[in-house]
Nanobody, 121 residues
Framework: QVQLVESGGGLVQAGGSLRLSCAAS????????MGWYRQAPGKQRELVAV???????NFADSAKGRFTVSKDGAKNTVYLQMNSLKPEDTAIYYC???????????????WGQGTQVTVSP
C-alpha cells in the first residue's frame, strides 16, 4: 500500500523559511507527479506547487518567487522550500502524488496526512 509521509512543518516568524519533505513508500510502479497543496481554516484546499517526473513545475501565483519545489527520484521524495513566509501562508500543507501501483492499473492520487505550517506576524 502506498503511503506519503510528510515532515518539516512548524512555527516560524514572518520572513522566515521552512522546508517540507514528503516521501512515498510502499509498492508501486511509477510516480508521475508529486506536489503540495494547502488548506487554511475556513478555506478550500488549494494547489501550492507540483513537479512532474520530468522536472516540469507549476506554482500557485502566491508561491511564485518565494517557494521552490524539487524532487529526489531515487528517494521518491518531494521537497518544498518556502522562503519569505507570510502569515497568510499559515495552513495545513498536504503532500499529493499521482502514482501507478501496478502495470495493469490506472494511476491515482494519494494524499499525506498533512503537516501544520504556522507563520506568526
Amino acid at each position: 500500500q502506498v503511503q506519503l509521509v510528510e515532515s518539516g512543518g512548524g512555527l516560524v516568524q514572518a520572513g522566515g523559511s521552512l522546508r517540507l519533505s514528503c516521501a512515498a513508500s510502499g509498492s508501486f510502479l511509477r510516480i508521475f507527479m508529486m506536489g503540495w497543496y494547502r488548506q487554511a481554516p475556513g478555506k478550500q484546499r488549494e494547489l501550492v506547487a507540483v513537479i512532474t517526473n520530468d522536472g516540469s513545475t507549476n506554482f500557485a501565483d502566491s508561491a511564485k518567487g518565494r517557494f521552490t519545489v524539487s524532487k529526489d527520484g531515487a528517494k521518491n521524495t518531494v521537497y518544498l522550500q518556502m522562503n519569505s513566509l507570510k502569515p497568510e501562508d499559515t495552513a495545513i500543507y498536504y503532500c499529493n502524488a499521482n502514482i501507478r501501483e501496478r502495470l495493469n492499473s490506472d494511476s491515482r492520487a494519494y494524499w499525506g496526512q498533512g503537516t501544520q505550517v504556522t507563520v506568526s506576524p
